[in-house]
């Protein structure tokens, strides 16, 4: 039972232009949410997060937005660089137990020059 | 090192062997994490350890895995009797005391190959 969802496999954008990622989940309980990108033969690194309390939240060139009436985010990059084109993690956690992250399956960004 | 390290990257054993994984943290970081994560998937939690001790354990698959972490720093995870599916990148992390919400620092992992 895949709590977290990451439906689209891979995604190509063309540089310069928008990248969004999506992301849902099925557990109520969830009420912190993050994102991690992963280059090849690198653990993943942080990049952004969300707590329930809010439904957008800013860093840059990247932009969460969380829908929970939905139970669905996505992760909004923008302008998209070559240096973006990774493998990114949806990752979700409840406060009450917030050490144990539930991650989706990754969707491969590859951005076009 | 600056960050969570991470040896061997490595590791081609034999069915039934045993394997041991080493992680050294970030120095200060009281919280330590491993994760195992298969070709095509996200990591999966395995074990939580906040100090000496794991706080969580309910990741491990069974009895075959095992985890230390004796002066609350670096820790080994160890596998007894290895299965072939056991191959996949064992990564492990950690964090500062109270960081809550899973900002977590990770190693590059140690690639495990079952033969």
């Known amino acids: 039972d895949q709590q977290v969802k990451q439906n689209s496999p891979s995604l190509s954008v063309q540089e310069g232009r928008i990248s969004i990622l999506n992301c849902d989940y099925t557990?109520?309980?969830?009420?912190?949410f993050l994102w991690y990108k992963k280059y090849p033969a690198e653990g993943p690194t942080f990049l952004i997060s969300i707590s329930s309390i809010k439904d957008k939240n800013e860093d840059g060139r990247f932009t969460v937005f969380l829908n929970k009436s939905a139970k669905h985010l996505s992760l909004h990059i923008v302008p998209s660089q070559p240096g973006d084109s990774a493998v990114y993690f949806c990752a979700a956690a409840s406060m009450d137990s917030n050490y144990q992250l539930i991650w989706g399956a990754g969707t491969k960004l590859i951005i076009k020059p | 090192g600056a960050g969570v390290s991470q040896t061997p990257s490595n590791k081609v054993t034999e069915k039934g062997k045993y394997v041991e994984l080493r992680c050294d943290p970030i120095?200060?970081?009281?919280?330590l994490y491993w994760y195992r994560q298969s070709l095509g998937q996200g990591p999966e939690f395995l074990i939580y350890?906040?100090?000496?001790?794991?706080?969580?354990d309910s990741g491990l698959p069974n009895d075959r895995f095992f985890a230390v972490r004796p002066e609350g720093s670096v820790s080994t995870l160890k596998i007894q009797r290895t299965e072939r599916g056991d191959s996949a990148v064992y990564l492990c992390a950690s964090s500062l005391p109270g960081a809550g919400g899973g900002e977590l620092f990770f190693g590059e992992g140690s690639r495990l190959t079952v033969l």
């Open positions: 557990n109520s309980m969830f009420d912190y």
């Open positions: 120095s200060g970081h009281t919280a």
């Open positions: 350890f906040q100090g000496t001790g794991a706080a969580d």
